[in-house]
């Protein structure tokens, strides 16, 4: 629907309004011109839901200027609605005035848009609510069935068998909470039905604004030449009766309400080109100073920006903080914070100075109260550490082991094993090679030999009869050849008969000779040794002998009966009859010549003289 609303005689009226103050900067004289102006009111179905709700209204907006978007008054709505279609006189020369150009159709649907929204906010408030009340009751009622169902897994027969299936029930609850909650939301669907427009010719007063900064913009006062005919005087930028003018740094002019000035530059804005309050001060900034933040999405100022150097992308100051370790400023995004049972609790890290415990992944904490394992480097805190008892330094717990016996914690360089039990786990310091095979044993499995302390395993090592709970070791052991008995090297001699070791317990003195003679070398029942046993007759002697009997009887050599001999392993038995029944016995070494043992015999006894 269209029509005009004009008259001639208003066209002749060219006195503009006096300008507002512009705080910013000064006004240049106006340009007054008087145009064609179309104006237009939007008539739109609109449908709110919320939940199982659904209102339908038929409402209008306001009557706007569709040239400068200003909200027209009431008597001109009333003017303008009283038209069937067209008025005017057009030999008025109506056609000889010039039509305004249209702003652009999304700030014209904007404009409506909002003004329909003011009209129907009472309906939209009303519904939102009962959807609010209504929303509750079914969250609640959500939240009690998968409560008793998560509730009742310990019972017989319940449908959650295991900690996945709890987990997928949780998620379920979370969707259907979510479904809920955007259901009942309030939307609004707007169907337009009816565009009204009119012609109407209005006289403009246009004025150029010079900020001191030197940016300029125009502010327009206009009167329609129609109804009232009185000047109307509107912000360019938000359509509201401005108190005061402000010229925007891009060029714009606005009112005090929709303009702010910049926190930064100090210069002058509008709502379009800025912002509003900077989050980290509430103050405002204009577009040039304005930032988003990468990390939180907040708005602020230039002020308040500064650099990660984790990766170099700008952030605002209250998303930037210094790492507790390195003072490297970092942001939230690239931060992480320790674990609140690290050791020095919880601290802000930046990404070279987090680590992990190997005890987890989840258990961050930072480089000073980390050690490298000893082992494999891995990070092991504070609280996790264990030490190797042989070498005292930290390793992690996949390198550390407990001894079978004694239970210390040892590293696999300092962990040893026995040959005789290879499967038990043994400190380094618990095991010791075997002087005699090399091979390391434990001390389970090896002792040290008596004569020179030095460890034998205990294949190697034998008890000795002379010392109650020794061993001693095959260099340091002698056996008796009589039962086999194991003594030390001092526990066993020569015998001087046949030469084997025997032990005192096994070694006799002969009756003839009086040398101590092992028991073997006797026959059974004879009181003399094998050698005085094969004692006969000679008639002569070796040098070394004769001198032997010379230096033991001397000058009774001559009175010497006979001469009996024998030899064994060590001696020469040289047995002298004399008169009367007595004889000599002497027992002379190979080589020597002087007998070890004299023996006299007579029938007054034995007596026995050592060499």
Known sequence: MRGRVGCAANLNDLSPPVPLPVENGRALPAHVVVKRHRVGRLTARVVIRAGAEVKEHLAESEVFDLSTGTALGSELIRALDSLDDVAGDPSAGWH??????????????????????????????????RSQNALRHELGRIERYYTTLLDDAGSRGTQVPDNATRRAIEAEHQRRAREETERHQVRATVHPVQLAEWEVAVQRADWAIESTTGHRGSFTAQRMLAGSEAWTVSC????????????????????????????????????????????????????????????????????????????GHAACSACL???????????????????????????????????????????????????????????????????????????????????????????EKHRGACVHEPNAVLASDEVSGCVTCANNVCVAHSA?????????????????????????????????????????????????????LHCKDHRRECANCGRGICIADYRPGAPVCATCSRLVEVDDLPNAILAAISHTIGDRASKVKRWRAARDARHAIVELGLRWTRRIVLAVPHGGGRPEAIVSHSILGRRVRRG
């Open 448 to 500: 040290s030999c008596i004569v020179d302390n030095a460890v034998h395993c205990h294949h190697h090592l034998a008890p000795v009869r002379d010392v109650r709970g020794a061993l001693a070791c095959e260099p340091h052991r002698s056996v008796c050849h009589v039962d086999g008995g194991v003594f030390t090297l001092q526990g066993t001699e020569a015998c001087p008969s046949c030469g084997r």
């Open 236 to 311: 360019p930028t938000c359509g509201a009766a401005p108190s005061a003018l402000l010229v925007c740094l891009h060029d714009h002019v606005a009112c005090p309400n929709c303009s702010r000035t910049c926190s930064v530059c100090a210069d002058a804005c509008c709502r379009e080109h800025g912002i509003s309050s900077c989050h980290v001060d509430n103050a405002p900034a204009c577009s040039a100073h304005a930032r988003s933040c990468l990390c939180c999405g907040q708005r602020h100022c230039s002020r308040h920006e500064g650099v990660c150097d984790e990766s």
């Open 321 to 411: 903080s210094p790492c507790a370790h390195c003072a490297r400023v970092i942001c939230d995004q690239h931060a992480t914070l320790s674990h609140p049972d690290a050791p020095r609790g919880s601290r802000r890290l930046c990404g070279d100075c987090v680590r992990t415990c190997e005890g987890g992944r989840n258990e961050v904490v930072g480089p000073d109260e980390v050690t490298g394992c000893a082992s494999c480097r891995r990070d092991v805190c504070e609280r996790h550490q264990s030490h190797c008892d042989v070498d005292n330094m930290v390793h992690c717990s996949r390198h550390l082991r407990r001894t079978d016996r004694s239970r210390r914690l040892t590293c």
């Open 96 to 129: 000889r005035l010039v039509l305004a150009p249209m702003r652009p159709a999304a700030e014209l649907v904007q404009l409506m848009l909002s003004s329909l929204e003011q009209q129907l906010r009472p309906a939209i408030d009303d519904l939102g609510m």
